[in-house]
């Protein structure tokens, strides 16, 4: 097994593989994390009313199982293989043919795809188990932001101090660097945000961007910053741009600017180093 574990391709296809599987678990995470968050929010509100908490059926990550939003029908253990199921089903519910949205097998490839990358692209050591759990997380993050304009602490909070545990063994930056990069990634966008205020009495961004930039300045360190948030602003601007001259989003209606910061943080961790060398060589 270990010498399988060796060759490059065998062990993207197992990463992939591995993917499949977490991109599937991935969007429970999507779908019921805010759904967790907002009861949580009602049971707080009602305390600070001195109420009772409001009596909610059970949910978490693994209770109640999965059905379909429809017809209710619960999704069986074959109906929920990664991209088969989806494919066998032709993309509609087994009992009442209502459509499934295709973004459900999106996710999933999208995590297979790169996790054989990364699996690929570090081998098999240490770095490539820390950007396994990295690239998930931020695929769960970008999604959730997309649909709800959220970024949990529950997920950003962690990320960023993993980043540094990770770091005190110099995986990915030495421990100095990780830490500047952490303040450097919240500060930076905290200071805009502020400026754009003071500017128009606005919010431009939410707090999660601060800590998304923090986790992967913790992560990658601080060289890799002015990178992901040059890239991340470029394609967040084209977007906007696009949306809005296809008329499907009004100027003032928000969009969520973390998916841009992730995927530029997964550029980063991927060719980080060669860009960073590349524009430092320049001055």
Same mark, same amino acid.
């Given at each position: 097994?270990?010498?399988?574990?060796?060759?490059?391709?065998?062990?993207?296809?197992?990463?992939?593989?591995?993917?499949?599987?977490?991109?599937?678990?991935?969007?429970?995470?999507?779908?019921?994390?805010?759904?967790?968050?907002?009861?949580?929010?009602?049971?707080?509100?009602?305390?600070?009313?001195?109420?009772?908490?409001?009596?909610?059926?059970?949910?978490?990550?693994?209770?109640?199982?999965?059905?379909?939003?429809?017809?209710?029908?619960?999704?069986?253990?074959?109906?929920?293989?990664?991209?088969?199921?989806?494919?066998?089903?032709?993309?509609?519910?087994?009992?009442?043919?209502?459509?499934?949205?295709?973004?459900?097998?999106?996710?999933?490839?999208?995590?297979? /795809? *790169?996790?054989?990358?990364? !699996?690929?692209?570090? $081998?098999? #050591?240490? %770095? =490539? +188990?820390?950007?396994? @759990?990295?690239?998930?997380?931020?695929?769960?993050?970008?999604?959730?932001?997309?649909?709800?304009?959220?970024?949990?602490?529950?997920?950003?909070?962690? /990320? *960023?101090?993993?980043?540094? !545990?990770?770091?005190? $063994?110099? #995986?990915? %930056? =030495? +421990?100095?660097?990780? @830490?500047?990069?952490?303040?450097?990634?919240?500060?930076?966008?905290?200071?805009?945000?502020?400026?754009?205020?003071?500017?128009?009495?606005?919010?431009?961004?939410?707090?999660?961007?601060?800590?998304?930039?923090?986790?992967?300045?913790?992560?990658?360190?601080?060289?890799?910053?002015?990178?992901?948030?040059?890239?991340?602003?470029?394609?967040?601007?084209?977007?906007?741009?696009?949306?809005?001259?296809?008329?499907?989003?009004?100027?003032?209606?928000?969009?969520?600017?973390?998916?841009?910061?992730?995927?530029?943080?997964?550029?980063?961790?991927?060719?980080?180093?060669?860009?960073?060398?590349?524009?430092?060589?320049?001055?």
């Amino acid at each position: 097994m270990i010498d399988l574990l060796q060759e490059p391709l065998a062990l993207a296809l197992l990463a992939a593989l591995l993917g499949l599987f977490v991109g599937s678990f991935l969007n429970v995470v999507i779908h019921r994390l805010p759904l967790m968050m907002e009861r949580e929010w009602h049971v707080q509100a009602a305390e600070l009313r001195g109420e009772e908490a409001p009596d909610m059926p059970r949910l978490n990550l693994a209770a109640p199982r999965s059905r379909c939003p429809h017809c209710g029908h619960l999704i069986s253990a074959l109906e929920n293989i990664p991209l088969v199921s989806y494919l066998i089903l032709r993309g509609r519910c087994r009992h009442c043919k209502a459509p499934i949205s295709p973004r459900y097998p999106a996710v999933e490839a999208l995590t297979a /795809l *790169l996790s054989g990358y990364a !699996a690929w692209h570090f $081998g098999f #050591t240490f %770095a =490539a +188990l820390g950007a396994l @759990v990295f690239i998930w997380a931020l695929i769960a993050l970008s999604f959730i932001d997309l649909d709800t304009q959220l970024l949990p602490d529950s997920l950003t909070l962690p /990320l *960023l101090w993993l980043g540094l !545990a990770l770091n005190l $063994g110099e #995986t990915y %930056a =030495a +421990l100095p660097v990780a @830490v500047i990069g952490a303040m450097a990634g919240y500060l930076s966008l905290w200071s805009v945000y502020w400026l754009f205020k003071l500017m128009t009495g606005k919010e431009g961004m939410g707090y999660g961007d601060f800590k998304l930039l923090a986790a992967i300045g913790a992560w990658l360190g601080w060289k890799v910053l002015p990178f992901t948030i040059l890239a991340s602003s470029a394609v967040g601007a084209v977007v906007g741009i696009v949306l809005i001259v296809a008329a499907r989003h009004g100027r003032n209606v928000p969009i969520p600017f973390g998916p841009y910061l992730a995927a530029a943080g997964v550029i980063a961790l991927f060719w980080g180093d060669a860009i960073t060398a590349r524009y430092l060589s320049s001055f």
